[in-house]
């Protein structure tokens, strides 16, 4: 005879949450920050991004992975220029428009890590 357990839902803290959705926790609502995310409240989060949600997106602060995607550099380059706390949507664009030698510079470095990488993968499928 087998007994079969409940299965309990699988949890994470706020901050793996707010990792995996792209947002600063400090910025998301309270209720967020001081719960646990089921696995199921998270697919449903980004499914279907409830206002909140939406505005950290779209406005900001964004933490240091999605400025540097913003921005087309690496998180080692945000940290080179000391960048290294979450900006929003109207700094990035300031910093699109200002283009700042460091940016460029990371941009071009960042540019060649890319086409690095893909020479490297299409050696490794003609091998």
């Given amino acids: 005879m087998s007994t079969s357990k409940a299965k ?32 199921d409240e998270l697919n449903a989060l980004q499914a279907d991004p409830p206002s909140w949600l939406a505005d950290l997106r779209r406005v900001g602060p964004h933490p240091r992975q999605v ?30 428009a200002e283009k700042p030698d460091w940016l460029e510079r990371e941009q071009a470095i960042q540019t060649r890590v890319r086409q690095d990488e893909l020479r490297l993968k299409q050696q490794r499928a003609k091998a």
């Fill in 8 to 39: 309990t839902p699988q949890t994470m803290k706020p901050a793996t949450a707010a990792k995996k959705l792209g947002i600063v926790l400090s910025a998301a609502p309270a209720e967020f920050q001081e719960g646990v995310v089921s696995r």
């Fill in 67 to 96: 400025v540097a995607a913003k921005l087309r550099v690496s998180a080692s380059g945000l940290a080179r220029a000391d960048i290294t706390g979450p900006l929003t949507t109207a700094e990035i664009e300031i910093l699109k």
